[in-house]
């Protein structure tokens, strides 16, 4: 028996039942919809991620003060010898660290800045010009901080657009001043528009000079400086040289910490992409159940078509042959749902940033050849018991309704009572069970309580 | 042709066996016309089980052309009852979502003769019992005498040397069952061999050998006409 003609038997016992087998259907097409669904809005979030994280600058190195990372093995906590990274440091760095092209020191603080009666809460960066390149902002009118600033601790602010706005509104920002935590500062420029990022939004900074932050702040210290290094593969060789010099300064002690921005983005690609996996599994699972739908209507299918399969099985039909039919229809089930599902669950995954703009997704080929695969394989693993089941059916058993030569099914004992008592009103049809004849009626039709009750004294003669 | 020999059936019902067939030995010769007959329950329908390959006898031996029944695969039978056995059931037995002329083809499906050649076998088959024009009506569009018919020529479409048919006019009015008789008959003449299960004594009248069983044991045997 050919494949084409095993395809096409299927295909037309899939058709004569359109809504069973689209219910059946319906198991796969939402389970594989849910994987490539899931698994995209997680690429999604990952690549948004290491967008942003690219978006940062790239190559950058940030040196915190104090030892957080393990890897280096056990350090006690010894708050006394942990020295603060200062400005100082950073000077070092960018005069004996040729392999960086900028060391930029940076101290944050979050304050109120007024200007007239009107007032904001601002997060204060306190930098230096280079900072500019390091982490791609600029400045849109008027300067940035300059170096000379830096060094004269000027009272100088750069405000981002947000706070101009709110602050300023449509007035020239440009030279006036304005109170920053009870100090008086001078607004100097207005930085470049730059939106949200990471959750932050980069329009609604304000940035001062380092030296005078730390005033502002009354730290001498920084919080971190933040490096750069042209070439990705001098990362390493930056990280020595950042270590040797400022061990040398900080009395011999390693007590910062480098993080690459590298580190940092493979830390992200790693936990983003276990909430992918996990979020696919559990999209997984409900293939899985779409699966044994698959099954359970498979099994039924095969009870209602005992009758095809005896009739088959005495015309020459051998066990692969019922296998193969069986076989080709749960898998086309699975198939059909498979292909249906990959359609509605790309077709979704590029509505929803259409909508819903904080949630990116990415629909990748992997997660498509993934579940379709996987709703195949379904087909088969779950086509495969019930499939078995109908090739090993024995068209001979006596009073099987699967044998062709039966003409009539087995009546359940509870109601020959009922038939002997009253033979002429006994409802034949209803114990005819499904699938027994071509059709019900058919067979019942004609046939009287008596010849019923011939058929008992058959079955009990047996 | 046919050779049974000491064949016994025992199936086993719960923790009873129950002895369907007994001792049964017959030989049949190319070219019989054969009515086996008998109350319900004598092991008719076992016997053609049997017979017609669907089935292996519990004891005894069957050969069908000098061919050993009992000890060919599920397979080696499936090709037997393909290519040398004809069936006709008293239910009609056609599957109901294919048109008459489909019906016809499903044997050849299955010793994989490729479509436009079951076609051409198919129809002269169906125009030979007289159904030329309903080659394409489902079963249910025609009558029990016109799904009889597609049955027939579904029997021969392989031109099996043996037909069973198992009570082929138990479901028929007279005159459609004749209709029937005479197209077994016809066959008959032209040298296949056909085995009738039936109640009818008028049926058996027609055939020149009458099997009478009864409590699974053949109780008389003998030639008419």
């Not at chain 1, 198939?335 to 077709?347: E, P």
């Not at chain 1, 019942?444 to 079955?459: K, N």
Request: glycine share 10%.
């Amino acid at each position: 028996m050919n494949f084409l003609e095993t395809f096409r038997v299927s295909f037309e016992a899939i058709l004569s039942n359109k809504v069973r087998s689209g219910l059946t259907m319906l198991g796969v097409i939402i389970g594989v919809m849910a994987v490539i669904l899931l698994v995209s809005i997680g690429e999604g979030a990952r690549l948004y991620i290491t967008k942003e994280l690219t978006g940062l600058g790239t190559n950058l190195l940030i040196i915190t003060p104090g030892k957080t990372s393990t890897s280096g093995g056990f350090h006690p906590p010894s708050a006394g010898t942990v020295r603060k990274l200062t400005y100082d440091d950073a000077q070092a760095l960018r005069r004996r660290a040729w392999l960086l092209t900028d060391a930029v020191p940076l101290v944050f603080g979050t304050g109120r800045i007024k200007f007239g009666n009107l007032g904001r809460d601002v997060m204060m960066i306190g930098t230096t010009p280079e900072f500019q390149r390091v982490r791609n902002l600029f400045i849109d009118t008027g300067n940035f901080v300059s170096q000379s600033d830096v060094d004269s601790k000027a009272k100088v602010v750069v405000l981002g657009t947000k706070v101009k706005e709110e602050v300023f509104g449509d007035q020239n920002a440009l030279g006036k001043v304005v109170m920053l935590s009870d100090a008086r500062y001078r607004v100097v420029g207005v930085m470049r528009k730059k939106g949200t990022s990471l959750g932050m939004d980069l329009d609604d900074i304000v940035f001062i000079p380092v030296t005078s932050g730390q005033e502002l702040f009354d730290t001498d210290g920084l919080f971190e400086i933040i490096a750069s290094t042209p070439r990705a593969e001098d990362v390493d060789r930056s990280i020595a040289q950042i270590k040797d010099i400022l061990i040398r300064r900080h009395a011999h002690k390693e007590d910062f910490t480098i993080q690459t921005q590298g580190a940092i983005l493979s830390t992200m690609n790693t936990i983003l992409g276990v909430l992918t996996a996990v979020l696919g599994g559990i999209a997984g699972i409900s293939l899985l159940v779409g699966g044994i739908g698959i099954m359970n209507i498979m099994l039924v299918s095969v009870r209602e078509r005992t009758r095809e399969i005896g009739i088959r099985k005495a015309l020459g039909a051998k066990n692969k042959d019922i296998m193969a039919q069986f076989m080709i229809e749960a898998m086309t089930l699975s198939g059909a749902g498979g292909v249906i599902g990959i359609l509605l669950g790309v077709g979704l995954a590029l509505l929803i940033p259409v909508f819903v703009d904080v949630l990116p997704t990415s629909v990748s080929a992997w997660s498509i050849i993934m579940a379709f695969t996987f709703s195949a394989a379904v087909g088969v693993f779950f086509g495969v018991y019930p499939a078995r089941k109908a090739a090993l059916q024995d068209p001979s058993k006596p009073y099987g309704t699967n044998n062709p030569f039966n003409r009539a099914p087995v009546l359940p004992h509870t109601v020959i009572p009922d038939l002997i008592r009253n033979p002429w009103a006994f409802q034949y049809q209803k114990w005819i069970p499904a699938g027994a004849c071509p059709s019900r009626t058919e067979a019942g039709a004609g046939m009287t309580g008596h010849e019923v009750l011939l058929l008992i004294r058959i079955i009990q003669y047996s | 042709m046919i050779e049974l020999s000491h064949i016994t059936k025992t199936y086993r019902m719960g923790d009873v066996d129950i002895t369907v067939l007994s001792d049964v030995s017959l030989s049949v010769s190319p070219g019989e016309l054969i009515a086996i007959m008998g109350p319900s329950g004598s092991g008719k329908s076992t016997l053609m089980n049997i017979i017609g390959c669907l089935d292996r006898p519990t004891s005894g031996v069957y050969r069908f052309k000098n061919r050993e029944i009992s000890t060919l695969s599920d397979d080696e039978l499936a090709v037997i009852r393909n290519q040398k056995i004809g069936f006709v059931f008293q239910t009609f037995n056609l599957l109901p979502r294919f048109s008459a002329v489909k019906n016809v083809e499903v044997p050849l499906i299955y010793c994989g003769l490729p479509a436009r050649l079951r076609r051409e076998r198919a129809i002269p088959l169906l125009e030979k019992v007289g159904l030329a024009d309903r080659l394409h009506h489902k079963p249910t569009e025609l009558s029990g005498g016109q799904q009889q018919r597609v049955a027939i020529a579904r029997a021969l479409v392989n031109a099996p040397p043996v037909l069973l048919a198992d009570e082929p006019t138990g479901n028929l009015d007279s005159r459609s069952g004749e209709e029937i008789l005479n197209i077994l008959t016809g066959l008959n003449k032209q040298g296949v061999t056909v085995i009738i299960v039936t109640h009818d004594q008028n049926v058996a009248a027609r055939c020149r050998r009458n099997i009478h069983l009864k409590d699974g044991r053949i109780v008389r045997d003998e030639a008419t006409a």
